[in-house]
């Protein structure tokens, strides 16, 4: 009777996808300096350009009202995590400065260099040059906040918003604001992370299912907004 094959090695777990596969420490080329960091208040004249300029990428600009003084009157009311957490992303020429004010309890600020072939030319570095911190210009941002699963009895992220601008994008960086909101997830034990994608957008699914998500075809969003919202006001 013959030997009974040896088990097959046990198949390794799948290892978290990199924020930046083609990152390294050291400069070279025409280095590209990033950095994620949580944002504040004195950041919303960019985020609401932000807002604006990925409207007119999904061609939902009839649905953009968002003024300056909208997003400064319901963000940055509750500690990071806890509500609506916006990290931005930021790139610079050179190398960040450093500045204390940026590090707190609830998150370190992430810095990644990206060594391109060819020096980058962003035509709107001035309209998003950060003056507090020096050479940094806003480059992307990321808006999610908690919610929960039932079924799996635990918490998890809503990505609401994520946003590179034209001439940082296919680089690295929108997996870059991504992966942080996933690895925070993780680090706060919660169970799982979602958002929403447009049908029509098959460069972003694909960019999603190759980070790892399950797009689901099978659930459809429900909204409720506008005068059919406010016919409710006095329904009970």
């Not at 960091?37 to 061609?59: F, G, N, S, W």
């Not at 009839?62 to 609506?84: I, M, Q, V, Y």
Request: charged content about 20%.
């Amino acid at each position: 009777m013959a030997a009974a094959a040896p088990p097959p090695p046990p198949t390794p777990a799948p290892s978290a996808p990199t924020g930046l596969p083609d990152s390294d420490s050291t400069p070279v080329g025409h280095p590209l300096f990033s950095r994620i960091r949580l944002a504040t208040p004195l950041d919303v004249p960019h985020i609401q350009k932000l807002i604006h300029q990925m409207a007119i990428l999904e061609k939902l600009t009839h649905l953009f009202t968002a003024t300056e003084s909208d997003l400064a009157s319901n963000l940055f009311k509750s500690p990071p995590f806890h509500s609506f957490t916006i990290f931005l992303l930021e790139v610079s020429s050179r190398p960040f400065e450093k500045d204390s004010n940026l590090h707190s309890q609830n998150f370190t600020p992430i810095e990644r260099i990206i060594n391109l072939d060819h020096s980058l030319i962003d035509p709107e570095a001035e309209t998003f040059r950060n003056g507090i911190n020096g050479d940094a210009v806003a480059a992307g941002f990321v808006l999610f906040f908690p919610n929960y699963s039932t079924f799996l009895g635990k918490p998890g992220f809503y990505v609401e918003d994520l946003f590179v601008r034209e001439c940082y994008r296919r680089k690295g960086l929108g997996k870059m604001l991504l992966s942080a909101v996933v690895s925070q997830a993780v680090k706060m034990g919660y169970g799982r992370v979602e958002w929403v994608v447009l049908d029509w957008n098959v460069n972003a699914i694909k960019f999603y299912e190759e980070m790892g998500a399950n797009v689901l075809p099978e659930w459809r969003i429900c909204r409720i907004t506008g005068p059919a919202l406010e016919a409710y006001r006095d329904a009970i």
